[in-house]
């Protein structure tokens, strides 16, 4: 069955911390994977898309890895601010299909002053 | 701002109602999808059109439908409202090839 799970659930950081969330999925064929970013009550907005050939990926303040072999990623998000606070979205397609997409639950974060 | 517009953007109604959400997808974008996102849950997909053409189905209620128009807007339709279709809805339009989505803001309907 085609899944993807992030961990933590939730997570509260300081301002100014780092801080690193997971995403394993079981989709097959992989042909890429995407990070959102979602504030409350919004729309999700991409963060980052790694295809399979790539291992890290950066978008300012953001830094995903992807390990294909293993079937995992990680989104890293350095000096957090407040704006960071959201639920972080990992999402791969099936088949490299945009409209067979499986979303994770994802990781709501909470960044305090 | 995506480019993609949702109207309205918080609809209240009562449980046996009828209606109507409507997308406009970014300029040159063909594809409209639609999504469910209840309190607290990830986002279900619901259906997909391609420039005026079902292409995808997911977990859609028959009790719901869509469709694409000649100018690309998309409207989502939801009748005979249970409480539990109290969700934000959101419409997302793909860029070709990459299939990277760009999601409007979304419409929360709330059914009493």
């Known amino acids: 069955k085609n899944q993807v799970e992030q961990s933590p659930q939730s997570l509260i950081i300081l301002e100014g911390k780092n801080c690193t969330l997971q995403c394993n999925y079981t989709v097959s064929p992989f042909s890429n994977l995407r990070w959102y970013k979602q504030d409350t009550g919004r729309g999700p907005v991409s963060l980052t898309i790694m295809t399979f050939s790539e291992n890290t990926k950066s978008n300012g303040r953001y830094t995903a890895t992807l390990d294909a072999d293993t079937k995992q990623s990680s989104l890293h998000i350095t000096a957090s601010q407040l704006s960071d606070s959201a639920s972080y979205i990992c999402v791969v397609p099936i088949s490299g299909s945009a409209r067979q997409l499986t979303f994770g639950s994802g990781t709501q974060l909470t960044v305090l002053p | 701002d995506s480019g993609v517009t949702q109207t309205p953007k918080h609809l209240i109604t009562a449980t046996g109602q009828r209606v109507t959400l409507r997308c406009s997808p970014r300029?040159?974008?063909?594809?409209v999808y639609w999504y469910q996102q209840s309190l607290d849950q990830g986002l279900q997909f619901l259906i997909q059109y391609y420039n005026g053409e079902e292409r995808a189905k997911g977990n859609i209620l028959e009790r719901f439908s869509a469709q694409q128009f000649p100018d690309l807007h998309s409207e989502l339709n939801l009748s005979s409202l249970e409480l539990g279709d109290s969700a934000l809805y959101f419409c997302?339009?793909?860029?070709?090839?990459?299939?990277?989505?760009?999601f409007g803001e979304g419409s929360r309907l709330t059914v009493l």
């Open positions: 300029s040159g974008d063909l594809s």
């Open positions: 997302a339009s793909s860029v070709l090839g990459t299939g990277e989505l760009f």
